[in-house]
Each structure stands twice: as structure tokens, then as C-alpha cells.
């Protein structure tokens, strides 16, 4: 019997990658083969928690060269050890944006909102996805009751209004962290900046924000702030960055928005501080609380910058943890 | 500032749980809410290997209850120990199924065909998903040119033949693996069996060739068998259980079939034998060799028994192999 070894395998993989590349394929059939999909799966994913459906719903992602400061306190060249050890390209970086639809029964929510629509042609169709996989997911952004926003960077908030200015969810209330609010919507603060990003970034909240005349709800942390959805003060990412705990039927799941971006840098490594982190001690501290937290409840999470559906258990790993995505349903 | 502990997040948690389940909503909108979704996303997902598109599609799953032989070489005890650590449920057993698609833009393939359509009623949708997959994704089942099969086990061959006995794939060529194909259609093999199992698998296997009128290609192993694609012995799990190298353009995939059933299991403990293994030793010898290459060249893994869309990565964890999903790419 030939059996397995590594050489033979090799080399035959190696060959018949040769053959393919530079002759003619000797068995090429005398019809036209099918042409090859030129299209990828819609971007939804649909779970229950109790008698709640939650459908991920992947914006895209973004593609970018990994910039040497990507993590501030750690070197470009363990940032890169990691990223191989994920199995990522190095020198490059891919962020994943995954907001949800709660559908209660009673409401229909969309936690957080992705990077907007214009950002679909500006991405060329690789971010910005959306409203186009809300739509595939079978919910119409009409028909949204509430949209909860975690806090306000720019892939979280562009997606409220339409590249016109108008609102993305006509029939919906926006609630929003009153921490969050009263930080970004303050001009003494917004004055303090003097980093080009964080300047950006205040005049990203008010372009949002002004276009909607301000008409949101502020919440407050630790509450129930719709049927079965408390939020938590999860500070540090931002000065007001919350996450919420979803409770039905005595499940839950806990959508931490930005506790960590990647889990592949920043969940295996908890003390690393990404750029964006504003507060970037607190965010370790909160970030270290909440997955000790994760670990001893075996509590599931949703992340939004977790790889599609973004939805995972988390173990110790190491100094740091790891995630084990939650095993695929074919079936609702 | 408010910050998280466990105890005020447990104790908001469970206040919003028993509120849910025990009060009527406070805030529940005058307007009827959107119904909840009842459908899944459908079950695909694409990526490129050089100039191929590969599409895994997924059969669906079985799920039942943990027998106590599941793992002929390990107590109950230690294979619940590892659902627990998977956060797979105890006592019971989930095996995912998923078939895929290979369009080298000369030849439409699948490989492997899933539980068939009839399984499809028998289970209530839960399993034999196959092909209304591979139609949502975007493939006519009368396009395929070239089926090839790893093994002769129901999951694997049942879906060659529609619910009537005729062909599921009318136009295309059916590859099997010579070795295995001797071993299956010897009758003095079939008559030798004592277990109600194995006698079930036989004739199974007859079942489905005998319809096809045992019209079917018979490839040797350590050969490129189509365009790009290597077929690898890797027996044990059947005497002649057959792998594929899939080369295109300097990249490659091992689509390795039953080297592993569920990982969460057989690649963590690679020294179990499932029950379903019919020469044990030689499959965990199989098993040891190819993790160890796959580890060793990083090379990504299409495990049909791996949680949907079944691609990884494999490293080394404890005294067995860990898998690392690879990223869902939203686009194609």
C-alpha cells in the first residue's frame, strides 16, 4: 500500500501546480466549462439567545499596511509574530466590522452601524456592506424600531445617515451613550485636539450627529435600555464606550463593540494597546476585566471586529486569551 | 465614573432576564414589531486558490446523542470533557457535513456529495442541504463535469444518487478511489462483516453503485486525477480513504476528507479512534502524518467535518493539533 509522506505529497502538489501553470490542460472538456462565481455569500448569520433572533450582519472590512504604530506599546515586529501566528499577511492589517440585528419579537434593534454607504463605492464594494446584507438577511432598515450605538468612531456611527445626510433608519429612535455624548459633542474638547485623527474624528461625530439635528436618546450605563438589553460601562476604547449584556430566556450573549479590535492581536494579547484606544490604560484594564469575566461565566460573545459572525466563547491562552468562534448552525 | 464588575453585570443581567421572561415588555412598540426571520443564511462560502474558486457547501449536520463508544479508545467522561471545552453540548454529538466545489474555469468538480436529498425530509431540513446550496450559490448541478469521491461512507457518496435512484449529476464523470472501490465491491468483504453497522455501510455502498450501474472512474493515488488536483492516500479511516492536494497558481489547499472528524475532537486528540474508523491504528498514523505536514508547511485544511465554511489552518496545541479558522472574507 503507498502511504502518506510529506516528499510524495510535495511533489506531487508541486508538479501538478507546474502542469497547471504551463501547459495546456491535456483534459480540458470539449464543452465550455461553467463560467466561475464572480460572487461571494451574502454577509448574514442568524442565532437565537432565548426567544431573540440575532443575525450578524458583516459591513465588509478593511485592508490596510500595517502601520508602525498600529499597537503603541509593543514593536512592529511582534505585531507582525502575531499576525503569523493568526495565519494573517504580514506588514498587512484586516479590521472586520460586524454590527447585529436584535429582533425581540416586540423590536426590531441594530446595534451600531458600520461604515456607511458611501463608503461602499469608496471601498469598491469591500466595506460599506451592510445595509446591502440587511436587506439579504430579509429585514428592512424601514422597519428598524431602535438603533443602540456603542460609541462614536466612525464604523460604528456613519452607517446612521445616507450619503445624502438623510437618516438610515427613518422609523427609528437612536440611543446612545450619554458618557459618549457629552465628550464628543463637547467644543472645549473637540478645541483640546491637536492630533489630525482625533480631530477627524470630532468632526466625524458632528457631521453624523448635526445631520440628524441631534434627535437621539441618551441612555445611561448599567441599565436596561430596551427589553432585555443592559448596557455596561466599558470605558477606555472611548471616554464613553459601552457594551451590553442580551438576556432571553436565560441565555445571553455579551456584544462588546470595542473591547478588543482584532481577537487575534488584541484578545491573545490583552495589555496591547491599539492606536485608537483613547484612554489605551483603561481600555487594558476594562479589557481584562471583561474576558476574566467572559472566561469564569463561559459567557458568549459577540465582537464587532471579531472574523464573520464574529460571534465566540473565549479561553485563557497563554498571558492573554483566545476565542473559539461558535460552531456554524446550517439551520435557524 | 460607573466601571464593570462581574457582580453588577451578572446582577443587570439576571434582573433583565427575569424581567423578559416574567413581566410584560414596559416599552414595547404600539406598532407590530417585524416578524422574526425564521430562515438561515444560505450555506456557502468562496475563495480563491490561485485562479480556482472553491466553494464550500454546506450538507447541513447531524446531531444526536453521545454514544458510549463514540471514542472506542477514550472514556465518555474525557470525550465530554472535550465538548465542554469546545462549549459543545454534553452527552451530545454534532457532526457538520460539507461538500465543496471546485471551478478551475476549465472544469466544474464537487467533491464529495453530502447525505442526498432524501436525507433532506428524513431530517427535517436539519441535514441534505446540499444541493439547494450549491443552487444558492450559484452552481447548476447539470454543469458539474467531474464528481470525485474520497471514500465510500453514506455522507459522502449518498448524495450521487437522487431520492428515484437516478443520477444527482447527469452530466459529469464520477472518480473514486480504486483501492476503495476493490475493498467495497468484493463480495467476499461484504460477507465477511459481523456488525449490523459495517453490513449497513456495504450495503449502502452498493445501493448507490448498483444504481449508477457501477459506471464510475477509478483513480489511483499519489496522481493528479484532474486539473491541479493530487489525490494523497491517507488510509485508515477506510481502506482506501483518499485526500487531494488542490494546486493553483503557488497556492494550495489539503482537502482531506476524514483524516479528523469533528476537530473539536480528533484533531485535539489525535490518538482517538471513532468508532466509524475502520482500521484505527492506520488512521491515527494517517492522522499524525498529515497534521504534522500541515503544521509544518501551513498549510490550509478543508475538513469535511470541520464547523462550516470547514477552513483552517492547524497548529499544535497539548499532545494534539488546534485548528485556526481562516478569516471569512466578505468579498470574493
Redesign the interface.
Known amino acids: 500500500?503507498?502511504?502518506?509522506?510529506?516528499r510524495?505529497?510535495?511533489a506531487?502538489?508541486?508538479?501538478?501546480?507546474a502542469?497547471?501553470?504551463l501547459t495546456p490542460?491535456?483534459?480540458?472538456?470539449a464543452s465550455a466549462?461553467?463560467p466561475?462565481?464572480?460572487?461571494?455569500?451574502?454577509?448574514?448569520?442568524?442565532y437565537k439567545v432565548?426567544s431573540y433572533?440575532i443575525?450578524a450582519v458583516?459591513d465588509?472590512?478593511n485592508t490596510f499596511k500595517l502601520p508602525d504604530t498600529f499597537v503603541i506599546n509593543a514593536k512592529k515586529d511582534q505585531v507582525n509574530e502575531a499576525l503569523l501566528?493568526?495565519?494573517?499577511e504580514k506588514d498587512m492589517m484586516?479590521i472586520?466590522y460586524t454590527p447585529i440585528v436584535i429582533?425581540?419579537?416586540?423590536?426590531?434593534i441594530v446595534m451600531d452601524t458600520g461604515t456607511g454607504e458611501a463608503n461602499f463605492e469608496r471601498s469598491k464594494?469591500?466595506g460599506g456592506?451592510f445595509f446591502n446584507n440587511l436587506k439579504a438577511?430579509?429585514?428592512?432598515r424601514n422597519?428598524?424600531?431602535l438603533v443602540i450605538i456603542s460609541h462614536f468612531h466612525g464604523d460604528h456611527i456613519n452607517g446612521l445617515i445616507k450619503p445624502d445626510g438623510s437618516p438610515s433608519f427613518p422609523n427609528a429612535e437612536i440611543m446612545v451613550p450619554a458618557?459618549e455624548m457629552k465628550y464628543f459633542m463637547d467644543d472645549a474638547e473637540m478645541n483640546k485636539q491637536t492630533s489630525e485623527r482625533m480631530k477627524g474624528v470630532f468632526a466625524g461625530t458632528r457631521k453624523v450627529f448635526d445631520a440628524l439635528k441631534r434627535k437621539v436618546t441618551q441612555y445611561e450605563?448599567?441599565?436596561?435600555i430596551?427589553?432585555?438589553?443592559?448596557s455596561?460601562?466599558?470605558?477606555g476604547h472611548t471616554p464613553g464606550h459601552t457594551?451590553y449584556?442580551v438576556?432571553?430566556?436565560?441565555k445571553?450573549v455579551y456584544v462588546q463593540a470595542d473591547v478588543t479590535n482584532h481577537p487575534a492581536l488584541f484578545a491573545r494579547n490583552p495589555g496591547w494597546h491599539a492606536f485608537f484606544d483613547q484612554i489605551p490604560d483603561m481600555a487594558e484594564a476594562?479589557r481584562r476585566?471583561?474576558y476574566?469575566?467572559l472566561v469564569?461565566?463561559?459567557m458568549m460573545v459577540q465582537g464587532f471586529h471579531y472574523?464573520?459572525?464574529s460571534v465566540a466563547?473565549v479561553?485563557k491562552a497563554g498571558s492573554g486569551y483566545r476565542e473559539?468562534?461558535?460552531?456554524?448552525?446550517?439551520?435557524?
Chains 1, 2 share one sequence.
Not at 1 to 6: G, I, N
Not at 226 to 230: E, K, Q, R, V, Y
Open positions: 500500500m503507498k502511504h502518506l509522506t510529506r510524495n505529497l510535495l506531487g502538489a508541486a508538479a501538478a501546480s502542469a497547471t501553470a490542460v491535456a483534459n480540458s472538456p466549462a461553467a466561475q462565481a464572480t460572487t461571494q455569500a451574502p454577509g448574514w448569520y442568524r432565548g433572533d443575525t458583516t465588509g472590512r501566528a493568526a495565519h494573517m484586516t472586520p429582533n425581540t419579537g416586540a423590536k426590531l464594494g469591500v456592506q438577511s430579509g429585514y428592512d422597519a428598524v424600531d458618557v450605563v448599567g441599565k436596561e430596551a427589553p432585555g438589553i443592559t455596561v460601562a466599558t470605558y457594551s449584556v438576556a432571553s430566556g436565560g445571553t476594562t476585566k471583561v476574566d469575566m469564569v461565566e463561559k472574523p464573520f459572525p466563547y479561553e473559539i468562534p461558535v460552531m456554524w448552525n446550517a439551520t435557524l
